[in-house]
């Protein structure tokens, strides 16, 4: 009797045992289909929000500049599209107004990163494109701005 007693309890300690590791597999698997859940709703909302905003859209930002959509793509990336209105690509490229953009870089993350809005979607590992185009549409160039740039 005391070694059936004995091979049912090691018997019940490796039951338990099963239910334990099943149910830490489970709680796993349950917090990863959660922050899956999670991310998609997110993104539901951005872009719901973003249909919102291109309602207003396009606007003249100064003489220059217009922003004409927004966009969410793959990969958690807002892109806001905008035209060089007075600007129509040479043969050599972009690459001078590029440069140039690229020297106001930091004074951009100032103000993306003090701006509350901004700054959540960043949080949220949104990544912020910026896409210029030139008056007849060809792509220029594109500046990437992810939440690390405001931890810097």
């Known amino acids: 009797m005391k070694k059936v007693m004995g091979i049912l ?5 490796a039951l338990v045992a099963l239910v334990a590791m099943a149910a830490e597999k489970s709680a ?3 917090a990863l289909d959660l922050r899956a859940s999670h991310e998609k709703e997110q993104e ?3 872009v719901k929000s973003l249909m919102r905003a291109n309602q207003r859209l396009p606007m003249m930002l100064n003489e220059q500049t217009r922003i004409d959509r927004m966009t969410a793509e793959a990969d958690r990336v807002i892109v806001y599209h905008y035209t060089k209105v007075t600007y129509t690509l040479p043969e050599e490229g972009s ?3 590029h440069d140039a953009y690229k020297l ?3 004074e951009m993350i100032k103000g993306l990163c003090s701006d509350v809005k901004v700054r ?3 949080n949220d590992n949104y990544t912020i494109d910026y896409r210029y185009y030139d008056r007849k549409g060809q792509e220029l160039f594109d500046i990437l701005f992810k939440r690390a740039d405001c931890d810097a």
Not at 9 to 13: E, K, L, P, Q, R
């Open 44 to 46: 539901h909302e951005m």
């Open 120 to 122: 959540k979607i960043l």
């Open 28 to 30: 796993g698997r349950t």
């Open 9 to 13: 309890g090691g018997i019940t300690v």
């Open 104 to 106: 106001d870089r930091p």
């Open 95 to 97: 690459s001078a107004l």
